[in-house]
T-cell receptor, first 116, second 112 residues
Framework: KAGVTQTPRYLIKTRGQQVTLSCSPI?????VSWYQQTPGQGLQFLFE???????NKGNFPGRFSGRQFSNSRSEMNVSTLELGDSALYLC???????????????FGSGTRLTVV | GQQLNQSPQSMFIQEGEDVSMNCTSS?????WLWYKQDPGEGPVLLIA?????ELTSNGRLTAQFGITRKDSFLNISASIPSDVGIYFC????????????FGQGTELSVKP
């Protein structure tokens, strides 16, 4: 069973640019969550998508957005990049059948974004 | 953002020793999870806890969901070099299962 796949693994962008990251969940999983990991703030929740709808949202500015497609693949977009957006961006997938239960919550290896 | 208070921040131990780390929160969680992260990789789930008071083992790892639902601990027995890494606790609220709140992590170093 393939795991959670994130592409690309590494990315270098310039301040002011925008970036799109991709996440393919485990087959059958309908929930995809995104996290930002930095040395200073640790792992911070960005948002969760389930059946193409945003179900939960963290406390990030509107420059961070996401979407989910009918095949459950998800993308997140960061516009007008800032130096502080440099981080490891992780996605996790789960069946999402019941919101109150963590079911097979599995992380990908992440995308390392560097903003210069 | 909201975080759990995880301690200790780092540990340096001898191979074969037991390890204990814990997390506390001011909020009540519905689920507690423990993850291990190696450099350059995503966190890997070690143990998931769903009920207050629950004690669960996974090989040499044992974790408990505190009865107040505001804390959890992880024990590693007879540590080995491959236990090296960063351990995170995470909690989720009722009806927000797709959103995890993470602790700051415990960095474990094991000396052979």
């Amino acid at each position: 069973k393939a795991g959670v796949t994130q592409t690309p693994r590494y990315l270098i962008k310039t301040r002011g640019q925008q970036v799109t990251l991709s996440c393919s969940p485990i087959s059958g999983h309908r929930s995809v969550s995104w996290y930002q990991q930095t040395p200073g703030q640790g792992l911070q929740f960005l948002f969760e998508y389930f059946s193409e709808t945003q179900r939960n949202k963290g406390n990030f500015p509107g420059r961070f957005s996401g979407r989910q497609f009918s095949n459950s693949r998800s993308e997140m977009n960061v516009s007008t990049l800032e130096l502080g957006d440099s981080a490891l961006y992780l996605c996790a997938s789960s069946s999402g059948k019941t919101q109150g239960v963590i079911d097979g919550y599995t992380f990908g290896s992440g995308t390392r974004l560097t903003v210069v | 953002g909201q975080q759990l208070n995880q301690s200790p921040q780092s540990m340096f131990i001898q191979e074969g020793e037991d390890v204990s780390m814990n997390c506390t929160s001011s909020s009540i969680f519905n689920t507690w999870l423990w993850y291990k992260q190696d450099p350059g990789e995503g966190p890997v789930l070690l143990i998931a806890l769903y009920k207050a008071g629950e004690l669960t083992s996974n090989g040499r790892l044992t974790a408990q969901f505190g009865i107040t639902r505001k804390d959890s601990f992880l024990n590693i027995s007879a540590s080995i070099p491959s236990d090296v890494g960063i351990y995170f606790c995470a909690g989720s609220f009722y009806n927000q299962g797709g959103k995890l709140i993470f602790g700051q992590g415990t960095e474990l170093s094991v000396k052979p």
